[in-house]
Nanobody, 124 residues
Framework: QVQLVESGGGLVQAGGSLRLSCAAS????????MGWFRQAPGKEREFVSG????????YYADSVKGRFTISRDNAKNTVDLQMNSLKPEDTAVYYC?????????????????WGQGTQVTVSS
């Protein structure tokens, strides 16, 4: 089992950047496919980005492609999400997730463990 704790959220102006970090304990992040999801008020949780444990392949939702970058630091046992060129529509609670499926996945059903989330607010 793995425990996940997100950090790095906050308030930023449109066009700015934030870096979210997900710290894992209990197991190493290299043992899991890792993902970032987000949920805005009144909306369903949506996939943002993922990195597969099997080959480190990274993938992104179309809405963030070219602006967000996911990375894994096995030495620190963390997974980060660098978010650039932020837009007001990126405002949401961001969740880190870990899953045991080699293909990774972009559905919340593909992930088994979740953090508590960190708030990101982008002002216009």
């Amino acid at each position: 089992q793995v425990q996940l704790v997100e950090s790095g959220g906050g308030l930023v102006q449109a066009g700015g950047s934030l870096r979210l970090s997900c710290a894992a304990s209990g197991r190493t992040v290299s043992s899991y496919s890792m993902g970032w999801f987000r949920q805005a008020p009144g909306k369903e949780r949506e996939f943002v980005s993922g990195i597969r444990w099997s080959d480190d392949y990274t993938y992104y939702a179309d809405s963030v492609k070219g602006r967000f970058t996911i990375s894994r630091d096995n030495a620190k046992n963390t997974v980060d999400l660098q978010m650039n060129s932020l837009k007001p529509e990126d405002t949401a609670v961001y969740y880190c997730a870990a899953g045991r499926r080699s293909y990774g996945g972009s559905s919340y059903r593909d992930y088994d463990y979740w953090g508590q989330g960190t708030q990101v607010t982008v002002s216009s």
